[in-house]
């Protein structure tokens, strides 16, 4: 059973965290992702930074702009996912990339480095189904799960597209627009996590959006599989530049409080090796 | 080759959101393109509000120190000053075909968002601009004018603060209003359906060309050149002549020289990859990030290129060549002094590889030069320069 498939089958719901790779910088970017695992996080999303990211909202987009101006490259983002694998070994890891960063490396290296790296998914912004008659056998081949994106503008005939593909478990976008904190989450996710819930058995995550501790609840309690936190973190990272240990604990106390808003507790955490500083 | 496909090059390329949008618009397009109600109120703006046809003005002075037969294809004539509001009138009138009750755009030089905001007045749509902090200050007569028009302009001040980073703005945008906001994207760039509703709003340029040239000469011409930048006014202007026996040039920013980090000539000198939504040429590094660009025209420093000018350099159907700042510059001065004609930066481009090629035609030649805008726009920012009007 691969990493993603244990996690959900003993855990619901998860809940997973998402940082861009370099950012603030490429040697404190483990450090980064060390302290959100220690927090609770138990999916970890690590973004390949890229200069044109459209389909992010502006914090995270910055934490992009941060990443490539401290000189983080793909490799970096490969080194970072090893030392998580080497930190967890039982974590899942989905890599969270735009496609040229993928085509331009060439598709089976880029899969090859992925699963050598220990990463267990690829989760692809801007490659809607239409285009992904390439990735989808690379992807298989080196035995990564390409995380499949649907959105609330999705129609059903291309959700059934799209979850004919899919595998790992299905990232579903709560909101139109891009990523980023909002007040509130939409009244809808409820509907939308039953719509696609009617057309797989694959776990079911929900992002965009979620970002204080009452949304992580209200996705948990529309019943989602995974609830999945981005911005609200990216912007601890940013508001403590220059204070690693204020940032170390930011983001300690805010994953937990966002966890706290998962009921009931999930259980046990994932078996790890003894901490590391980093 | 498969829809939205300009042989490997194009595609949709986008965040999972944006899909429903695209394909509302192509379904949408693929529709008003043979409503004949929709083809009689856009030939009644181009003709009417616009001023289409636009000459193609047979140039005395330019021929003679030339040594062939030059024609311009009058775009700067246009209302708004270029080519761009062919393809904003029929997307605004396409918007409310569609029931969209907001435009956004994006802006590089200026004349876009310009095309749009005038587009918006005339069929009372609400319209929002994204422009690069750069070239806000670069184009702050264009700026004026937009606001001018009752646009509302709006900076962006992400990556390179350039026309990528206002398209960038304008998407993200678009993912979050697509149900009542339609994107007037304002080149052959972007996902499938843009490039194809783009050209086709665009050829009227070569349309009336071919006309033109066949009334005037008799025949074909030998060449017809445009500037490059995404490649609307070029693809308008060559679509027509693509089955003829006709030299196609398109002339790319060649900046501080295609052997510098500056310029902006993505077919000459990058290469494929994806970009905005399609598969085409760009200027990236080895990992697949995008790189800055330098011209001197505002209009042509982009990075990519729209994903047909790809298919079209692959096979071979149009050369692509790059001329200078400097080149560019001179044409630009050239052109004023012995036609009394001043031509966007970006046009010039196309004027200064006309003067470096003509001598290879002969005095019979014909050559047709793609005037794609006028440079009142840049009048600034060249007196600025070193040299000035000079």
Not at chain 1, 139 to 168: C, K, M, N, V, Y
Not at chain 1, 233 to 239: G, P, Q, Y
Not at chain 2, 157 to 170: E, M, V
Request: proline share 5%; net charge negative; aromatic share 6%.
């Amino acid at each position: 059973m691969s990493r993603i498939d244990g996690l959900f089958a003993r855990k619901n719901p998860v809940f997973i965290g998402f940082t861009v790779a370099g950012d603030p910088g490429i040697e404190t970017s483990p450090g980064v992702a060390k302290t959100m695992i220690d927090a609770g996080v138990d999916l970890l999303e690590i973004a390949i930074p890229y200069s044109d990211p459209v389909a992010d909202g502006p914090v995270i987009e910055r934490a992009h702009a941060r990443a490539l101006r401290a000189g983080t490259t793909p490799d970096d983002v490969f080194a970072l996912v090893r030392q998580v694998r080497e930190y967890a070994p039982d974590l899942p890891v989905v890599l969270f990339t735009y496609y040229n960063i993928i085509y331009r490396r060439g598709l089976d290296r880029f899969f090859a480095e992925t699963a050598a790296a220990g990463a267990d998914g690829v989760l692809i912004v801007d490659l809607p189904v239409e285009e992904s008659g390439e990735v989808a056998p690379s992807a298989l081949r080196h035995g990564i799960d390409r995380i499949a994106l649907i959105a609330p503008t999705t129609s059903p005939e291309r959700q059934h597209a799209i979850l004919r593909e899919a595998s790992g478990f299905v990232y579903l976008i709560s909101l139109e627009g891009v990523t980023g904190e909002r007040d509130r989450l939409p009244l809808h996710v409820a509907g939308l996590v039953g719509a696609v819930r009617e057309k797989t058995d694959l776990p079911i995550a929900v992002g965009f959006g979620v970002s204080r501790p009452e949304h992580v609840g209200a996705v948990a309690a529309a019943g989602a599989n995974g609830v999945i936190v981005g911005s609200a973190l990216v912007r601890i990272v940013e508001e403590h530049l220059g204070d690693e240990a204020g940032m170390h604990e930011a983001l300690r106390t805010a994953i937990k409080a966002m966890r706290c808003g998962i009921v009931p507790d999930p259980g046990p955490d994932i078996p790890r090796r003894e901490r590391v500083e980093g | 080759m498969k829809a939205g496909r300009y042989g490997v090059y194009g595609g949709q390329y986008v965040p999972e959101t944006l899909m429903s949008a695209l394909i509302e618009l192509e379904e949408t397009y693929g529709r008003v393109s043979l409503d004949p109600e929709f083809s009689r109120r856009l030939g009644w703006y181009l003709h009417e509000y616009a001023g289409r046809e636009t000459p193609l003005t047979y140039c005395e002075n330019l021929s003679r120190d030339l040594g062939c037969r030059v024609y311009l294809k009058r775009e700067d004539l246009l209302h708004g000053g270029a080519h761009k509001l062919n393809n904003t009138l029929g997307q605004a009138l396409m918007a409310k075909f569609m029931g969209k009750r907001r435009l956004i755009a994006e802006t590089g030089a200026g004349q876009h968002g310009v095309a749009t905001a005038i587009a918006g007045a005339a069929l009372g749509l609400p319209v929002e601009v994204y422009m690069g902090e750069v070239d806000t200050r670069r184009q702050a007569l264009n700026v004026f004018r937009m606001e001018l028009l009752g646009a509302r302009v709006i900076p962006v001040a992400s990556g390179t603060r350039t026309l990528k980073d206002a398209i960038n703005a304008a998407m993200r945008d678009w993912v979050a209003n697509s149900r009542d906001t339609h994107y007037l994207l304002g080149s052959c760039v972007g996902p499938h359906p843009f490039p194809w509703i783009v050209r086709d709003f665009q050829s009227v340029i070569g349309e009336e060309a071919r006309r033109q040239v066949l009334e005037r000469e008799g025949r074909l011409p030998d060449t017809v050149v445009a500037c490059v930048g995404g490649g609307s006014n070029a693809i308008g202007i060559f679509y027509p002549f693509v089955n003829d026996d006709v030299a196609l040039v398109g002339v790319e920013a060649g900046g501080e020289g295609l052997d510098t980090a500056h310029h902006g000539a993505s077919l000459s000198g990058g290469s494929v990859g994806v970009f905005q939504g399609a598969l085409s040429y760009l200027l990236q590094d080895g990992d697949g990030q995008a790189l800055e660009t330098h011209s001197i025209a505002a209009g042509l420093d982009h990075p990519s290129v729209g994903p047909e000018h790809a298919m079209l350099k692959d096979s071979g159907r149009v050369r692509y060549e790059a001329v200078t700042d400097a080149e560019a510059l001179h044409a630009f001065r050239y052109l004023s002094r012995t036609e009394g004609i001043i031509p966007a930066l970006e046009s010039a481009h196309a004027v200064a590889y006309a003067l470096r090629a003509a001598g290879d035609l002969g005095e019979d030649g014909i050559l047709v030069i793609n005037l794609s805008g006028r440079g009142d726009k840049d009048v600034a920012e060249v007196a600025n320069l070193p040299g000035g009007a000079a």
